[in-house]
Each structure stands twice: as structure tokens, then as C-alpha cells.
């Protein structure tokens, strides 16, 4: 079946720890984004690409990298930079990006993120 | 940047009525989308919305694009167990290459 996998489901870190987070799709899509989640807000941006070797800052990335060196794979590295590391992480994917497509994302099943 | 109001927070219902949630923006979009997402998955897509005025149903559910393209709202008729979950507004703006989420609205169904 076609979908976006991320992985862990569940991961634990501790302070000062780089961990990286996996979001593999197979849907031929060309976009694909990352966003972070907190109980009571929205979802919001971290990074997002276009296109292959090509990324982007959203709107809260710094303490974050990415790189995206193949189409279907977008992995996320939260560093010990972020201060506020624990979360829960949304992967996602659209056709042909928000510019050019119908804007619709397609999201993975989430990975949350426990610093301790 | 753009922010979207979404409201009420949260709603407690009993099993069989409508529900009513809206988001409100300063900023026009020109696409509104409406997920729902389930405890500890992904958001899922229930109806996005292209042109201004647009009336859409997906079984249950309806939403409108606001003819200001500030506002959309979502109504769930009838509601029922599986009904329960956070539902997000999001709103694109051609050319912008992101949604701009609303913070979710909270719906828990009493049997």
C-alpha cells in the first residue's frame, strides 16, 4: 500500500543528544514537509522540500537539519541545539508542492519524541 | 506570519448532535483544507475547498469557504463515537509553498 512510514514510533533521549528521525514515502510525491506538534497548538513548519537536494526553513527550525537525497526519504535530526526537543513529530507529503498542487497533505502516523 | 483562529478549543457533545467549528484569519487563503486527527496518529484529510463561496459535503461532514476567503467552517451532523478527535483547519495561500494550521479543536462525544 502506498503511505509515509515514520520511524520510531516512540523515542527517548537524553539532554545533549543529536537524534534523527526517519519519514520514508512511496507515493511518488515531490514535496515533503516536517512539522512538530504540542498539545494545544497547531501544527507548525520545520522544514519543508521541493524537490530533490533542494530544502527550506519553516517556521521554527532552528535546533533542526534535514537533507533530502533521494524522492522518497526526508529524514528530520533534531540536535541538542532545539531546547525544547520533546514533541510529537508529523512527516508529510504533497503532489507537486503547495504552490503548484491542491495543497493537500498526506501525513505519516507520527513519531513522538521524549527528552529526558 | 498568517495565523488562523480556530474555534471553540474543545466541545463536549452527546452522541447524536451536530457539531459546528470555525476558523477565522486577517489573511486571505485561497485554499481551506479540514483534517481530522486520531490519539497519537496522523492527521487525515475530510474535505479541502478551492473557490471562494464553495459548499462541500463528505458524508457527514460539511464545510464553506468563506466568500471573504477569511473564514471556513466545518459541521458534523448527527455525531457518533468515532466522531471523536482533534479537528485541524488549514489554510494555503498560492504561491506561499505551506499551510498555516489552526491549534485544533478538540471533540469528545458522550454516549
Known amino acids: 500500500d502506498g503511505g509515509i512510514t515514520q520511524s520510531p514510533k516512540y523515542l527517548f533521549r537524553k539532554e545533549g543528544q543529536n537524534v534523527t528521525l526517519s519519514c520514508e514515502q512511496n507515493?511518488?510525491?515531490?514535496?515533503m514537509y516536517w512539522y512538530r506538534q504540542d498539545p494545544g497548538q497547531g501544527l507548525r513548519l520545520i522544514y519543508y522540500?521541493?524537490?530533490?537536494?533542494?530544502?527550506q526553513k519553516g517556521d521554527i527550525a532552528e535546533g533542526y537539519s534535514v537533507s533530502r537525497e533521494k524522492k522518497e526519504s526526508f529524514p528530520l535530526t533534531v540536535t541538542s541545539a532545539q531546547k525544547n526537543p520533546t514533541a510529537f513529530y508529523l512527516c508529510?507529503?504533497?503532489?507537486?508542492?503547495?504552490?503548484?498542487?491542491?495543497?493537500?497533505?498526506?501525513f505519516g502516523e507520527g513519531s513522538r519524541l521524549t527528552v529526558l | 506570519g498568517q495565523q488562523l483562529n480556530q474555534s471553540p478549543q474543545s466541545m463536549f457533545i452527546q452522541e447524536g448532535e451536530d457539531v459546528s467549528m470555525n476558523c477565522t484569519s486577517s489573511?486571505?487563503?485561497?485554499?481551506w483544507l479540514w483534517y481530522k486527527q486520531d490519539p497519537g496518529e496522523g492527521p487525515v484529510l475530510l474535505i479541502a475547498?478551492?473557490?471562494?463561496?464553495e459548499l462541500t459535503s463528505n458524508g457527514r461532514l460539511t464545510a464553506q469557504f468563506g466568500i471573504t476567503r477569511k473564514d471556513s467552517f466545518l459541521n458534523i451532523s448527527a455525531s457518533i463515537p468515532s466522531d471523536v478527535g482533534i479537528y485541524f483547519c488549514?489554510?494555503?495561500?498560492?504561491?506561499?509553498?505551506?499551510?498555516?494550521f489552526g491549534q485544533g479543536t478538540r471533540l469528545t462525544i458522550n454516549p
Open positions: 507515493l511518488n510525491h515531490d514535496a
Open positions: 475547498l478551492y473557490k471562494a463561496g
Open positions: 488549514a489554510g494555503g495561500i498560492q504561491g506561499a509553498q505551506k499551510l498555516v
Open positions: 508529510a507529503s504533497s503532489i507537486g508542492g503547495l504552490a503548484g498542487g491542491t495543497g493537500e497533505l498526506f
Open positions: 489573511s486571505i487563503f485561497n485554499t
Open positions: 522540500s521541493q524537490i530533490v537536494n533542494d530544502f
